[in-house]
T-cell receptor
């Protein structure tokens, strides 16, 4: 398996623009997680899905953020409109049976909003 | 919010020495996990210890868990330059199927 695949690896956008981050989880994993990492706040869980259904989105900072998982092999995290404070590394991770085993993380998307 | 807190925040040792990192958490857990993150990369799962376990080994890694003190430690024996990375502990949050990560320990192994 190629692991969790995220795209793009780097994204630079202007304030106010829409940004879409993509994730392909490991086949057979039934949980998918979106995390954001910054120096100031560390790793924050934004949202997670189980069998494509959003379970907990309490970490989504505000209405500008939305996430979807239309099928078991694809998820998106969208920011509209983007702001400079959204600059961070966004990680997608997947797991089998939740916390029974460890998470597998993607390589992340480094987002810079100027 | 942070559930786990690692100590120390940074650790620098000589190659061949042992490295010990500690993690404390606040609420009861089902399991605790340790992850490694190399600079510019994603996190890699190292080891999982369940709340009814006290110690676990994986290669040069040894993890202990003391649920009475709400603390865990990660020991890396015979460190190598390739062990240079940030190490995070993560705990579940009261039965929910999600992990909450600490701020991490930056480990530097000097050749």
């Amino acid at each position: 398996d190629a692991g969790v695949i995220q795209s793009p690896r780097h994204e630079v956008t202007e304030m106010g623009q829409e940004v879409t981050l993509r994730c392909k989880p490991i086949s057979g994993h039934d949980y998918l997680f979106w995390y954001r990492q910054t120096m100031m706040r560390g790793l924050e869980l934004l949202i997670y899905f189980n069998n494509n259904v959003p379970i907990d989105d309490s970490g989504m900072p505000e209405d500008r953020f939305s996430a979807k998982m239309p099928n078991a092999s694809f998820s998106t995290l969208k920011i509209q409109p983007s702001e400079p404070r959204d600059s961070a590394v966004y990680f997608c991770a997947s797991s089998q049976q939740g916390l029974r085993y460890g998470y597998t993380f993607g390589s992340g998307t480094r987002l810079t909003v100027v | 919010s942070q559930q786990g807190e690692e100590d120390p925040q940074a650790l620098s040792i000589q190659e061949g020495e042992n490295a010990t990192m500690n993690c404390s958490y606040k609420t009861s857990i089902n399991n605790l996990q340790w992850y490694r993150q190399n600079s510019g990369r994603g996190l890699v799962h190292l080891i999982l210890i369940r709340s009814n376990e006290r110690e676990k080994h994986s290669g040069r890694l040894r993890v202990t868990l003391d649920t009475s003190k709400k603390s865990s430690s990660l020991l890396i024996t015979a460190s190598r330059a390739a062990d240079t990375a940030s190490y995070f502990c993560a705990t579940d949050s009261g039965g929910a199927q999600k992990l909450v990560f600490g701020q991490g320990t930056r480990l530097t192994i000097n050749p």
